[in-house]
């Protein structure tokens, strides 16, 4: 059996406030769209609470048009762990106004 679509994509982030994780948003995006057609997709982060759940959030909130705080609360309701760092919330905040602004 062939597979057309990437089985991994890894993602090299540091869980720091400081660090920029919005470098990862669309890739990680694309990918997660791309393979739901097919399968399932696990998004993991060494500990499943900082970087994966903001790539998550990410994808919620340009795929389902959700804003911030909707997509965080839903993926709280489903993984209670989740807490991405102070930086992460506010580039993700960043990107909420991005998207709102109808230039993605």
């Not at 993991?44 to 990410?58: D, L, M, N, Q």
């Not at 930086?87 to 230039?103: A, N, P, V």
């Amino acid at each position: 059996m062939t597979y057309l679509f990437p089985f991994f994509l890894g993602l090299p982030a540091h869980d720091k406030e400081g660090y920029d994780i919005t470098i990862h948003f669309e890739k990680g995006i694309e990918f997660i769209e791309r393979n739901r057609k097919y399968t399932s997709v696990l998004v993991h982060c060494f500990a499943g609470v900082s970087r994966s759940a903001s790539i998550c959030i990410a994808y919620m909130m340009k795929k389902l048009g959700w804003n911030l705080e909707k997509a965080l609360w839903h993926l709280k309701k489903c993984r209670r762990l989740i807490n991405p760092n102070v930086g992460f919330i506010r580039k993700l905040t960043e990107y909420e106004k991005y998207l709102q602004s109808g230039l993605s």
